[in-house]
């Protein structure tokens, strides 16, 4: 099969989809691997490397025409012409982004191929759950830097000063990004909340994981008395394929004190606080009421060496399937065919034309010859 590796050219977008060393595994089993000028030199991949793993170096035009094409991010606008009934293997987050994409890739008969909804046999996310333990660390991180005073924070610093707690933080979502980021606040010396759907869930997170933090369930008014007081609140909420639900709302960000910051992990997916609104690393925050509002929708750009390699690892087996059986391998297992979001003039995966109010544009994967 040809493959080709494009350059990301969202904004401070410095990933790339796939190492040499994993280009190198594809040319083993004989797949022509294009990768476009420059895209690995933001992660500290250069040309020559490529070269030598065996990939031919092209250009743009090139490297999307081809049978597969395999990114990070959603293409964009800029993007759209080199769209024609390939198959594109990236993050598109259809539900979060603008339906212009999700109708584009209508028209061009392209099989979006979403790393967001892929399952394993388990049911578990496992090209996402690395890009979310990135950004769940990340979370506080920002969270923290954005409460100093000079960011026009409260000042309130999340750690232990001379045995003393200060700085409270609430985690909303206890999956993989919720879980990281309590672990990074907890080991600051931060007070930790976490809010989950199941108290029986949270509870074992607690004692396995996150000993010394609180659990909440996540209702209105738990979230309400929680958001009132806290520092920093964390949005990890993840409805898959969807568009993620409002569970901090518009009243929650006027009822905090000003200065404390939001981190809305979930914007990817169009957001989890009713306040927020897509931000880039170029310009990663606006105040909305007083609070400091972070919800950068390519968060693990930031680290992009860590990112690259951990991607690599997820998506490589995969990657190596398709390319070796195909699209049909991924229609015939139940799991795989689930990150098939548009194929042959269709949306195949229903959260997404629900979300997007294109409900006739749907059609089951399985109804498609």
Known sequence: ?????????????????VTPDGV????????????ETKAGD???????????????????????????????????????????????????????????????????????????????????????APMSAVAGNMATLMGSYYLARFNQGKGMQLGTVMGKKYGKVLVIGDGVVGR????????????????????????????????????????PDNIACQTSDADLVVGAVLARGAKAPYVVTEAMIKNMIPGSVVVDVSID??????????????????????????????????YPRTSTIALTEATMPYLLDLARYGLDFFKARRDLAKAINVHAGYITYSKVAEALGLNQQYKALEDLH
């Open 1 to 17: 099969m040809k493959i080709g590796v494009v350059k990301e050219i969202k904004a401070k977008e410095n990933r790339v989809s």
């Open 24 to 35: 190198k595994r594809l040319c083993q089993e004989g797949h022509v691997v294009l990768v």
């Open 42 to 128: 933001g992660s500290g991949f250069s040309g020559e490397q490529y070269q030598q793993a065996g990939a031919d170096i092209v250009d743009t035009g090139k490297a999307w025409q081809v049978e597969l094409v395999v990114k990070v991010k959603e293409p964009l606008p800029s993007e759209y012409q080199y769209l024609s009934q390939q198959m594109v293997f990236t993050f598109f987050h259809l539900a979060g982004v603008d339906p212009e994409l999700t109708q584009v890739l209508l028209k061009n008969k392209v099989t979006a191929i979403a790393y967001e909804t892929l399952e394993d046999e388990c049911g578990r996310l496992p090209i996402l």
């Open 180 to 219: 990281h980021a309590a672990h990074v606040a907890s080991s600051m010396g931060a007070e930790v909340y976490i809010a989950g759907l199941s108290e029986e869930k949270g509870q074992q997170i607690i004692e396995s994981e996150l000993p010394g933090c609180f659990f909440v369930l996540s209702t």
């Open 269 to 302: 997916q169009g957001g989890c606080i009713e306040t927020s609104q897509p931000t880039t690393h170029a310009q990663p925050t606006f105040i909305k009421h007083g609070v400091i509002h972070y919800c950068v929708t390519n968060m693990p750009g930031a």
